[in-house]
């Protein structure tokens, strides 16, 4: 079962899809046309109803959040449909010159993502409508990338958010990037989270707060348990009721509660717990 919808929020198109090759869909995501320009471009999966539904817009641009397949999967075919170029962050314009290896689950999920050449982004992007200001939000990826616009009080957020409280971590995600992140960003003005997974039309800080303050009181539990001695498998053992076992099983351990244990052991430590 396959799900495309579209959805508005004032003058902002959101695109939501997801693909399911069993019943419904594990999970959807967003993408975002304001002004001219989309903001991600959704699954491989889900290509021909997205093309479909871009084929009469008007697209002078094409903005990555980061080169994760759920954003990035329709960046080169929706470039070559519009004969426009895509831009983001020079990680994610690494990550996407060539062909990359997934995993079993992402390619089940998403499918991969062609290669695309990526353009560095300006300090400010005119989308027609307002402006964009990339900044730059590592953690969740090295590359992330939220848009801010803050005439309007909207924050293109990609993956940055995803929700107040969040049970796993991918592997390669970094936790004391994300708090900086989270800290980052509560320094902006904007009042709408346009979250690719959730999102947020009002009070868009205050779900921010929540999720920092969620990985704050998380990251203190934990070295609490270090701090008596534990090390991280004890930990994951202690907290393993957290787990969302379907989750990990699923994504082959790539994706687990246990992960955001060892990213907190691995990089953080009794002095930055008290300094958040």
């Known amino acids: 079962m396959n799900i495309f919808r579209e959805k508005r929020f004032g003058p902002v198109v959101a695109y939501e899809a997801g693909y399911g090759p069993v019943g419904r869909p594990l999970l959807t995501v967003h993408f975002y046309r304001t002004g001219n320009v989309l903001i991600d471009t959704g699954q491989r999966h889900m290509r021909k109803a997205i093309t479909a539904a871009m084929a ?8 990555l959040t980061h080169h994760h397949e759920d954003h990035s999967g329709n960046a080169r075919v929706l470039s070559l449909q519009h004969d426009v170029p895509v831009l983001g962050h020079f990680l994610t314009a690494e990550k996407l010159k060539t062909e990359y290896p997934i995993f079993p689950y992402q390619r089940l999920v998403w499918g991969k993502t ?5 353009l560095p982004l300006p300090e400010v992007f005119d989308a027609g409508d307002c402006t964009l200001r990339p900044v730059h939000t590592p953690g969740h990826s090295r590359d992330h990338t939220v848009f801010l616009d803050s005439d309007n009080g909207r924050l293109f957020s990609g993956d940055l958010y995803l929700g107040d409280r969040i049970k796993y971590f991918r592997a390669d995600e970094t936790f004391a990037d994300q708090l900086i992140s989270l800290r980052k960003v509560l320094t902006l003005d904007f009042d709408w989270l346009l979250c690719a997974h959730r999102p947020c039309i009002g009070n868009g800080k205050d779900h921010i707060q929540r999720k920092l303050a969620f990985l704050e009181d998380l990251q203190g539990e934990v070295l609490g348990l270090v701090e008596k001695g534990d090390d991280a498998d004890a930990v994951i053992q202690r907290m393993r009721d957290r787990e969302v076992r379907f989750v990990k099983w699923l994504c082959m351990g790539n994706v687990s509660f246990a992960n955001m244990v060892r990213a907190i052991v691995r990089e953080t430590g009794p002095a930055d717990s008290n300094s958040s």
Do not use: M
């Open 56 to 63: 009469q817009e008007d697209v002078c641009a094409i903005l």
């Open 114 to 118: 062609d290669p695309v050449a990526v």
